[in-house]
T-cell receptor, first 117, second 110 residues
């Protein structure tokens, strides 16, 4: 069974600075997807970024980028130029590749990010 | 396009009762997944429905059940409610690799 671990329950960053959230996972599968989701106080889950395991290039979405280390089973999220609106709970999630497994996400425990003005 | 909608948004039930939650996916999405979110257990997958068939099921007791209608709307039912069922229940509809989440239903069991 796959597992996802986020070892940082809370993180804090100064506005305009850079912060990195950590995520490790365990799987015996060779192909899969990894995601970072953001859950603000409204509780609405929002997809931040995704990474396909077969792609060596790290995904980037504006101020958000990942450091995907497949051999180490590590998937960290870097937020550059942090903004007050980035304050939220961040979840790392794993999804198996087959389409019929696509509806099942395995989540980490989350990292609560606060942004100081 | 309208997003995923969930009704009701808040619900208070008494232990032993049953409850039904509803989820309307994004138009055209045939997959609906349900998740339970609690402070202690985090986000846990309940089940997925695709074209009216349950395709995946998480590790939850049989008191948790669901169904999907021909218009892709989905319901989940929890029978014989326990205090530990108090949670935020999220549903998500899927197209391709991405799941789009609804705002959730906050269930409180007293």
């Amino acid at each position: 069974a796959q597992t996802v671990t986020q070892s940082q329950p809370e993180m804090s960053v100064q506005e305009a600075e850079t912060v990195t959230l950590s995520c490790t996972y365990d799987t015996s599968e060779s192909d899969y997807y990894l995601f970072w989701y953001k859950q603000p106080p409204s509780r609405q889950m929002i997809l931040v970024i995704r990474q396909e395991a077969y792609k060596q290039q790290n995904a980037t979405e504006n101020r958000f980028s990942v450091n995907f280390q497949k051999a180490a089973k590590s998937f960290s999220l870097k937020i550059s130029d942090s903004q007050l609106g980035d304050a939220a709970m961040y979840f790392c999630a794993y999804r198996s590749l087959p389409y019929n497994q696509g509806g099942k996400l395995i989540f980490g425990q989350g990292t609560e990010l606060s942004v100081k003005p | 396009k309208a997003g995923v909608t969930q009704t009701p948004r808040y619900l208070i039930k008494t232990r032993g009762q049953q409850v039904t939650l509803s989820c309307s996916p994004i138009s055209g999405h045939r997959s609906v997944s349900w998740y339970q979110q609690t402070p202690g257990q985090g986000l846990q997958f309940l089940f997925e429905y695709f074209s009216e068939t349950q395709r995946n099921k998480g590790n939850f007791p049989g008191r948790f059940s669901g169904r999907q209608f021909s218009n892709s709307r989905s319901e989940m039912n929890v029978s014989t409610l326990e205090l530990g069922d108090s949670a935020l229940y999220l549903c998500a509809s899927r197209a391709g690799y991405e799941q789009y989440f609804g705002p959730g239903t906050r269930l409180t069991v007293t």
